[in-house]
């Protein structure tokens, strides 16, 4: 099993490209997460999804849209990226949010010029 | 405001020390996680504890939770180098919507 992949693993962007994150999982879990990890924040959810076709917004979803249409893949778009969403993106699947672990990919590195 | 708070922000200690990190809010969680990280990589799921004064033990790591489920601690015993990392506590606030908050995390460096 590879468990979560993300590519890519490093993106620099100018100020109002657009790009889309890819994660994928192959563990058949129903959830799948997007985080931001900012200096000093920790970790902050962006978008979440609990099952193919179904897809909510988390604590920071300005700026970010999601689709769900398959369980193994859970893309991140920007739609205009500023340098606000400079910061390091995490995917992550589980069976349950609460009660079981979290699997993270190993990240994507965002720099927005 | 950040739902969770963890302190200390950064420790330091000499290998062989015990230590405790804490996680601390006023509201109350269904379940609460303790992650480790390494940089370059994403967090790890260490624990997860469900009730009100439970207290799990990892080898030399003990996690507890408080009584009134608002409060975590982490104790390490005799810490090693191979604990560095970043480590993250993580709670679910409601009981019906299991989305995880995530505290500012504790940078842990053990010196040899």
């Known amino acids: 099993n590879a468990g979560v992949t993300q590519t890519p693993k490093f993106q620099v962007l100018k100020t109002g490209q657009s790009m889309t994150l890819q994660c994928a999982q192959d563990?058949?879990?129903?959830?799948m997460s997007w985080y931001r990890q900012d200096p000093g924040m920790g970790l902050r959810l962006i978008h979440y999804?609990?099952?193919?076709?179904?897809?909510d917004q988390g604590e920071v979803p300005n700026g970010y849209n999601v689709s769900r249409s398959t369980t193994e893949d859970f893309p991140l778009r920007l739609l205009s990226a500023a340098p606000s969403q400079t910061s390091v993106y995490f995917c992550?699947?589980?069976?349950?949010?609460?009660?079981?672990?979290?699997?993270f990919g190993p990240g994507t590195r965002l720099l927005v010029l | 405001t950040q739902l969770l708070e963890q302190s200390p922000q950064f420790l330091s200690i000499q290998e062989g020390e015990n230590l405790t990190v804490y996680c601390n809010s006023s509201?109350?969680?269904?379940?609460l996680q303790w992650y480790r990280q390494e940089p370059g990589e994403g967090p790890v799921l260490l624990v997860t504890?469900?009730?009100?004064?439970e207290v799990k033990k990892l080898k030399r790591l003990t996690f507890q939770f408080g009584d009134a489920r608002k409060d975590s601690s982490l104790h390490i015993t005799a810490a090693q180098p191979g604990d560095t990392g970043l480590y993250l506590c993580?709670?679910?606030?409601?009981?019906?919507?299991?989305?995880?908050?995530f505290g500012t995390g504790t940078r842990l460096t053990i010196i040899p």
């Open positions: 992550a699947s589980s069976y349950s949010f609460a009660k079981g672990s979290q699997y």
């Open positions: 993580a709670g679910a606030l409601d009981f019906g919507n299991e989305k995880l908050t």
């Open positions: 504890v469900v009730t009100g004064g």
């Open positions: 563990m058949n879990h129903e959830y």
């Open positions: 999804s609990v099952g193919a076709g179904i897809t």
């Open positions: 509201s109350v969680f269904s379940s």
